[in-house]
């Protein structure tokens, strides 16, 4: 059985319940995470999963049949000590789904079948937007400056002080023409509780809710 540290177990297992070719793009949009640096190198050097270039330039995992037959031994496999509740928390659900599978004479694959890929975001607006030309470099220019690691998530409000001078129409535009062409994914945050006045205004408004983050996936 191959050895897997916690983040890398994490990510098979994400592959696994996806049953399916998922996009770091669509992980970002369904979960907030994405399967990228020494996680993704360790699933595919093991032979556990393969990965390519989907389009846009966005990363493409899917399992191996090695990659489910590992899955298959997490299910009774020991739990990490010394890393808080939620470790032991999943390894007691996976040996609930072993001792299922085993009742039921079921493999890996006939319980968890493909997830549908999460729609991409629409804006509220019907209107095509008008982009002002080199924006959307600058856009990607200002987030490569902010961001402190690939894929991480930057907060509108630095974003625009970055594009000091100009007009937040005009970057709302970019940003909504960017989301539905999924080049960038826009989320709101978690804790509404933190957000300044200065967030809520830097905020753009898709999909029937509030945007106050943004990742760009590395190419």
Known sequence: MIKLKPSEKACLLLLMSEAREVSNSEL??????SITGADSRALVENKLATKRKGTKGALVHELTDEGWAQ???ELEAEYVKGTGPAYPALHALLG???RYLRRADLSLPDLFTASTPPPAPQPVAKVKPVVKRGLEKRV???Y???????QA?????????????????????????????RTIVL???DNQKTLTDEDRAAAIHIGGEDKHLLSIESA
């Open 28 to 33: 970002l949009a369904r979960y907030g995470v």
């Open 71 to 73: 899955c298959k031994r």
């Open 96 to 98: 609930a789904v072993d």
């Open 140 to 142: 990607r220019t200002a």
């Open 144 to 150: 490569d400056k902010l961001a402190d690691a690939p």
């Open 153 to 181: 998530w930057v907060s509108l409000t630095d974003l625009r002080r970055e594009l000091a001078g100009e007009s937040a129409a005009d970057v709302d535009a970019a940003l909504m023409k960017m989301a539905v062409a």
């Open 187 to 189: 989320v709101p945050e």
